[in-house]
């Protein structure tokens, strides 16, 4: 969708909890990367889209309360309230379109699969009622496309950056390759080194295990398509936000 | 020795082969990163120290005839000729300074040994009577660290920036790490992965390979001491040669 331009995962919450969440994206910049935060109760966020209306522009979203997901909608208009805080933060499909254009082959595209997804032994820095573990994506690559994998999302930044590990998923805690926590499992070949990068359902954990009386997020793979082009965010480590 | 300042690897060919090995050069940048070359006959090289004299501001040099290493001298004038062309070539103590500064470990040198070499199954570019294989260094990292190496060496493209490889030794030829072509073995620990930059010894090998009438390099670890700092390297790939 929108091929070219940044893609963002959602956090809708009150103003009450926003402050703890922002210190906690700040604090965990690779699985949290800002792309913008919006003021209480506005539907917009000029960061990172025009005549944004962010209570009806994504196709889905996820009403929690209490930490629980409640309901799953197209449309928040009827839950929003004036106290309502948005934040944009950066998805790998940034740095997968920079590795597509480059030549590396990204494993779950080519099988038409979700990213395999791992909760790792790697804690995040708490804030506030905000803790859990880093969550990974995992993608395969021989060693000299590893390398250049890795220098290329070092770019991105703002699309979780290089990854934070390599080669021995046991070392933070993956057991089974084949049997991610979220996602699909995707083979990794005799010669290729399972690379880790951080992943945006870090916060979506830490946030559920908040439980907070009430948050909204996108619904995955429903994200929040901005008006950046990819291009724009290559060395940027943050936006005007 | 001088901490901070780019250290080289030396080649002086008559004028007869500089065109060659300087094509040689330019097609392996990884292995060959060209400092500096000099006119015919000069014994200066503005592009990488002042008041050089390249007959005598070295420790050591081997001289070479028909591809043997006939003697070990510390001073060249004798054998000076009015068609040498002197070549300056980038090595890997700058990326290792910066390595070290970084907090990274480098293995070799906490055990005051030689880095361990070895040639690889990777074929360089062949220019005129230069030909010969990759040969590479090896430090061994746990996964965080080999990824912060390999993101700081690429910073380093004159002193053989990225890594060319990494964890699986023998699919580039290499079936026992504890038995180096060059320097010395190091261990590897579980957990590590062993990576592999280009080396400077790969021209040196290009260089014996070719048996040339007549060549100079250093002698090995006798390196040219520029007055480049390290520092202003980073991110440079071409000085003023």
Redesign the interface.
């Known amino acids: 969708m929108a091929d070219g331009y940044v893609q963002a995962n959602l956090v809708i919450l009150p103003e009450a909890d926003a402050a703890d969440f922002l210190a906690y994206c700040r604090a965990n910049p690779k699985p949290c990367p800002l792309l913008g935060v919006g003021r209480p109760g506005d539907v917009s966020l000029d960061a990172v889209a025009k005549d944004l209306d962010i209570r009806t522009d994504l196709p889905g979203y996820r009403i929690f309360r209490d930490g629980v997901s409640t309901d799953r909608v197209s449309d928040i208009t009827p839950y929003w309230r004036d106290d309502l805080v948005t934040f944009a933060l950066g998805c790998s499909f940034s740095f997968e379109h920079a590795l597509l254009d480059a030549g590396l082959p990204v494993r779950h595209i080519e099988l038409g699969r979700n990213v395999p997804m791992f909760r790792t032994t790697i804690p995040t820095v708490p804030r506030g009622s905000f803790t859990g573990p880093l969550v990974v994506t995992m993608r395969p690559y021989r060693?000299?496309d590893?390398?250049a994998a890795?220098?290329l999302s070092?770019r991105y930044p703002l699309a979780h950056g290089?990854?934070?590990?390599?080669?021995?998923p046991e070392?933070i805690g993956i057991s089974d390759l084949g049997n991610p926590d979220y996602g699909d499992p995707v083979p990794v070949e005799p010669?290729e080194?399972p690379v880790f990068w951080a992943c945006g359902v870090t916060p979506q954990a830490a946030l559920e295990q908040a439980a907070l009386p009430f948050a909204i997020t996108h619904d995955p793979g429903h994200m929040l398509i901005t008006d950046i082009a990819n291009t724009r965010i290559v060395g940027v480590d943050q936006l005007e936000v």
Request: charged share 5%.
């Open positions: 060693p000299a590893a390398i890795i220098l070092e290089a990854p934070v590990h390599m080669a021995f070392a010669g080194i």
